[in-house]
């Protein structure tokens, strides 16, 4: 049997909650000569929880390596162009992560903003995010608010504003019914919302077909970090996998179809959107969806 059946097979039976099972087609796999399933066998021997982004150390170079540099240049670059466009005088990112998609974009625009928020439920990205906007040099009033995007908006004092908010690959961490009412909120109080996500090819949950994309697909994420590969998959592209193929063991995000996205946001009043591609990224096409 091939290695990428094996790991059709991991996954099923991690949906079935046999862990055992699961770890001896991984271990399979990689004997067929599967990175992914080397990994793969390791985390189901070692790995207590799913958690990805309380220890950061995995998320950051997943982010910077791999893929990533060419996806976070070309977002940091549409995101630039769009301050240019809009001069925002006030600017808000919601799940900011360590500042990878925001400070570079504010490093490029000829416009920065006189004030930006930045938001985000991780002490140890916050941290970094804020080491990274001060190292920059660039003056503009900085706040930073240590919440989740639905906190934030909850304890928001009435009549706060923005010209321009952003959310950068973070509004997948929120299930679908608690991101109805961050969407409404975002809504409320900004005049443009630029929102980037992953245009995700949409399967029955657990289907063979869905099993099966997502193999091939992690195959080719984890072979992008070479000597990395350990750390990244490990620490957070196996949780992560672990989350989409077998929620019933927690899951860290929701995706779909860049269409569901933008009915989602028509729904939370959003009339005028349009979307464009940034980078053909291993996961799915990336998109940067614009609404107002
Ligand atoms: C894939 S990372 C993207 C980070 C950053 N925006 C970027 O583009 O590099 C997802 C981010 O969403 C944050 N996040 C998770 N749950 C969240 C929530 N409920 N509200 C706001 N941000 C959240 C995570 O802590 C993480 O920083």
């Known amino acids: 049997m091939?290695?990428?059946?094996?790991?059709?097979?991991?996954?099923?039976?991690?949906?079935?909650?046999?862990?055992?099972a699961a770890a001896k087609y991984a271990a399979a796999a990689a004997e067929e000569g599967s990175r992914l399933g080397a990994e793969l066998a390791l985390h189901l021997d070692t790995a207590t929880d799913r958690a990805v982004y309380d220890q950061p150390a995995a998320f950051t170079t997943f982010v910077r390596?791999?893929?990533?540099?060419?996806?976070?240049?070309?977002?940091?670059?549409?995101?630039?162009?769009?301050?240019?466009?809009?001069?925002?005088?006030?600017?808000?990112?919601?799940?900011?992560?360590?500042?990878?998609?925001?400070?570079?974009a504010l490093e490029r625009t000829a416009q920065i903003p006189a004030t930006v928020d930045v938001v985000?439920?991780?002490?140890?990205?916050?941290?970094?995010?804020?080491?990274?906007l001060a190292e920059s040099g660039l003056i503009f009033e900085l706040r930073t608010w240590h919440a989740t995007a639905q906190d934030f908006f909850a304890r928001l004092a009435d009549g706060r504003r923005w010209h321009l908010a952003q959310s950068t690959f973070a509004l997948q961490s929120?299930?679908?019914?608690?991101?109805?009412?961050?969407?409404?909120?975002?809504?409320?109080?900004?005049?443009?919302?630029?929102?980037?996500?992953?245009d995700t090819p949409e399967y029955p949950e657990g289907s063979p077909e869905h099993l099966r994309s997502l193999v091939t697909r992690y195959e080719r994420g984890i072979a992008e970090y070479g000597a990395d590969a350990r750390l990244v998959a490990q620490g957070?592209?196996?949780?992560?996998?672990?989350?989409?193929?077998?929620?019933?063991?927690?899951?860290?995000?929701?995706?779909?179809?860049?269409?569901?996205?933008?009915?989602?946001?028509?729904?939370?009043?959003?009339?005028?959107?349009?979307?464009?591609?940034?980078?053909d990224y291993w996961w799915a096409p990336a998109v940067l969806i614009r609404a107002r």
């Open 2 to 20: 091939g290695s990428e059946q094996l790991l059709v097979d991991a996954l099923s039976a991690l949906r079935n909650d046999d862990r055992s």
């Open 65 to 104: 390596g791999g893929g990533n540099v060419e996806l976070y240049e070309r977002l940091s670059d549409a995101l630039a162009r769009r301050y240019d466009q809009l001069r925002p005088a006030t600017l808000l990112d919601v799940g900011c992560g360590d500042g990878l998609a925001l400070g570079p």
């Open 120 to 132: 985000e439920p991780s002490a140890a990205l916050l941290d970094a995010a804020k080491a990274r």
């Open 174 to 198: 929120l299930p679908p019914d608690e991101r109805a009412g961050v969407l409404r909120a975002l809504r409320e109080t900004t005049e443009e919302l630029v929102l980037a996500e992953f």
């Open 236 to 279: 957070f592209m196996l949780p992560m996998l672990l989350g989409q193929a077998a929620p019933t063991g927690g899951r860290n995000n929701w995706e779909h179809p860049a269409e569901q996205w933008r009915r989602q946001l028509g729904e939370a009043g959003f009339t005028y959107l349009t979307t464009e591609e940034i980078a």
